[in-house]
């Protein structure tokens, strides 16, 4: 923030604190309580619930996600009906509501699994303990340590690194800023829940990549660094590589057709998932080969040969 509320934050020192940081923490917590995106995996505190809710969000928006994370509940309302479920039905379920990489319903199912048999059906409360649940990374563990359990770190996501780093001149101008000491040492000590939820709102509703600082009433105005000075730069955003034509886009419409249709050979399979499919051609057999290799090694579909020919079906 700027110079006349922070000292420097000094490389491998815990990071100086805007001397008003009651304040700061005061104004983003009000703002967030008076008006937020009303999520309804921000209503409860269930950690199955919101473990469903990370995973989904990974690769869509929020806004459509609540669509998937209601029906996903309504069909496996609980950890043990999950685990209780065949793998392709879950993985259908998720090509069929397009949401993203298939093989994070596998994780999620294993995930599932490992709640019932490994944890007598209580999930871990901690990060690291989360961190063991297959699938489930640093980020993801914290998040549902966080908003399950009242229990996690600062969360750090692309929208926090942006708030932080317009917020602070010092991670602004800094050459490896060190996002998550100042995360960790600006949220308020046992308040990960409504702190994460506040900030992450802050970066996704006000503090976006074309800012509405004034125009969503950005409570840290009178502190931010880039309101004061004009300079909203902030790190470049990855980008998702395009869906339409990729390989993961037929690698999804593999699991839907087989989901739908059961085993198949692989020139029943091609036609039916593009529609320029010759068995010889540059979209033919050798490239559907390679599609459902690496569905077989994300553990999604099985490929066996069957006189001379090959067929393919989701794993059961």
């Not at 490929?303 to 059961?316: F, M, P, R, W």
Request: with cysteine.
């Amino acid at each position: 923030m700027t110079d006349g509320h922070a000292s420097s934050l000094e490389t491998g020192d815990a990071p100086a604190l805007p001397e008003d940081v009651d304040d700061v923490r005061d104004a983003l917590i009000s703002w967030y309580e008076a008006d937020h995106r009303d999520f309804p995996w921000r209503r409860t505190d269930d950690p199955y619930e919101i473990l469903v809710s990370e995973v989904m969000s990974q690769q869509t928006q929020l806004g459509r996600v609540v669509e998937a994370w209601e029906d996903f509940l309504d069909e496996w309302p609980t950890a043990a009906d999950l685990a209780a479920a065949d793998r392709s039905d879950v993985v259908s379920f998720w090509s069929g509501h397009s949401l993203g990489y298939n093989n994070r319903a596998k994780y999620l199912h294993e995930a599932a699994r490992q709640v019932i048999e490994e944890y007598d059906g209580e999930f871990p409360r901690s990060p690291d303990e989360l961190s063991e649940l297959m699938g489930v990374g640093p980020y993801t563990a914290n998040a549902v340590a966080s908003f399950a359990f009242n229990n996690g770190d600062a969360v750090v996501d692309t929208n926090v690194k942006r708030v932080l780093h317009r917020a602070f001149a010092e991670i602004h101008n800094a050459d490896d800023p060190a996002y998550e000491d100042v995360a960790n040492a600006l949220m308020p000590p046992g308040e990960s829940r409504i702190w994460n939820n506040a900030i992450m709102e802050l970066g996704g509703v006000a503090c976006q990549k074309t800012p509405k600082c004034d125009e969503e009433g950005c409570p840290w105005r009178e502190w931010c660094y880039a309101y004061q000075s004009g300079d909203f730069t902030a790190p470049d955003v990855p980008t998702q590589p395009e869906f339409e034509g990729s390989r993961r886009q037929f690698r999804g419409r593999i699991v839907r057709v087989l989901g739908k249709h059961g085993e198949l050979h692989l020139d029943e399979l091609g036609p039916r998932i593009r529609v320029d499919y010759t068995p010889d051609g540059e979209h033919g057999q050798e490239w559907l080969r390679g599609l459902l290799r690496d569905l077989s090694d994300d553990g999604l579909v099985d490929i066996d040969d069957e006189n001379g020919q090959t067929v393919a079906s989701l794993q059961q």
